[in-house]
């Protein structure tokens, strides 16, 4: 299993990234994805997820109106587009798999390795 996440890099205040997150040696499309984020000193937090067929999405609300999260699972890939960029928003970024979508990072069973976001003011 190989969650590959990618995208990640230094932006200023109100610009946007696109992270995207390739995945292998599981069947993608039965799997709920989603973003989890880890700021220095600070504890993972949940981002967003996406149910498997991609009909649900599901944000923590600092990020609502400003990211979205998409699927392509003929390209086994799930995509988190990021508008309005704050420096708040600097951290580590994972994507994570779980069969069922939660908040919590306990419930997801493969993870990526995470791409930087730094975002200056």
């Known amino acids: 299993v190989q969650l590959q996440a990618s995208g990640g890099g230094l932006v200023q205040a109100g610009g946007s990234l696109r992270l995207s997150c390739a995945a292998s040696g599981f069947t993608f499309s039965s799997y709920g994805m989603a973003w989890f984020r880890q700021a220095p000193g600070k504890a993972r937090e949940f981002v967003a997820a996406?149910?498997?067929?991609?009909?649900?999405?599901f944000y923590t609300d600092s990020v609502k109106g400003r990211f979205t999260i998409s699927r392509d699972n003929a390209k086994n890939t799930v995509y988190m587009q990021m508008n309005k960029l704050t420096p708040e928003d600097t951290a580590l970024y994972y994507c994570?798999?779980?069969?069922?979508?939660?908040?919590?990072?306990?419930?997801?069973?493969?993870w990526g390795q995470g791409t930087l976001v730094t975002v200056s003011s």
């Open positions: 994570a798999a779980s069969v069922v979508v939660y908040r919590n990072a306990e419930s997801y069973k493969y």
């Open positions: 996406i149910t498997e067929s991609g009909v649900r999405t």
